[in-house]
T-cell receptor, first 110, second 116 residues
Framework: SQQGEEDPQALSIQEGENATMNCSYK?????LQWYRQNSGRGLVHLIL?????REKHSGRLRVTLDTSKKSSSLLITASRAADTASYFC??????????FGQGTTLQVKP | GAVVSQHPSWVICKSGTSVKIECRSL??????MFWYRQFPKQSLMLMAT?????????EQGVEKDKFLINHASLTLSTLTVTSAHPEDSSFYIC????????????FGPGTRLLVL
């Protein structure tokens, strides 16, 4: 069953702006991961943050995790047209199974 | 990162026929593979977990006799959609993982199935 909720469902920004997506989940987790999916394609793993971590960076990506609020955010700085895609959070409750959020569709206008 | 392939990338079939989709881990041995289904503009729904050499574990609501999964080797898992119907039309995505890749799931590019 789906346990992740993401907002916004859709986001449209201009190139160069920052994009922030939020994810909430319901149960305790081992880690939380963010994936990108270009239209009609498979998923690309972006970043993993463990339950004992609060913030993680990877290039233009910044992920935060607040386990007390059961939420995470993904920030993409200085967005590019190539960042246009759907972004999903996925939680792992130490079962090895990933439960995906509903996703945020990001459009970056050149 | 590790590479996972799927074949075919798309398939069109007539209602009532069976379709086999292959998922391969190309550069690592995958002890576990997962099969997901994704309907248009929706998220991924886990269908089943496949461990090499054992029977697949299906999620609630997924018919095991309709979606046959075989994980015969550490690099190959197959999903067979039996007696396909138009409502089975979807995007099917596999992922593969093992301790050797830190438990991260690496996803295949997906297979788009259209049942006429």
């Amino acid at each position: 069953s789906q346990q992740g909720e993401e907002d916004p469902q859709a986001l449209s920004i201009q190139e160069g702006e920052n994009a922030t997506m939020n994810c909430s989940y319901k149960t305790s987790i081992n880690n939380l991961q963010w994936y990108r999916q270009n239209s009609g394609r498979g998923l690309v793993h972006l970043i993993l943050i463990r339950s004992n971590e609060r913030e993680k960076h990877s290039g233009r990506l910044r992920v935060t995790l607040d386990t007390s609020k059961k939420s995470s955010s993904l920030l993409i700085t200085a967005s590019r047209a190539a960042d246009t895609a759907s972004y999903f959070c996925a939680t792992d409750a130490d079962t090895g199974k990933l439960i995906f959020g509903q996703g945020t569709t990001l459009q970056v206008k050149p | 990162g590790a590479v996972v392939s799927q074949h075919p990338s798309w398939v069109i079939c007539k209602s009532g026929t069976s379709v086999k989709i292959e998922c391969r881990s190309l550069d690592f041995q995958a002890t576990t593979m997962f099969w997901y289904r994704q309907f248009p503009k929706q998220s991924l729904m886990l269908m089943a977990t496949s461990n090499e050499g054992s029977k697949a574990t299906y999620e609630q609501g997924v018919e095991k006799d309709k979606f046959l999964i075989n994980h015969a080797s550490l690099t190959l898992s197959t999903l067979t959609v039996t007696s396909a119907h138009p409502e089975d039309s979807s995007f099917y995505i596999c992922s593969a993982t093992s301790l050797a890749v830190g438990g991260t799931q690496y996803f295949g590019p997906g297979t788009r199935l259209l049942v006429l």
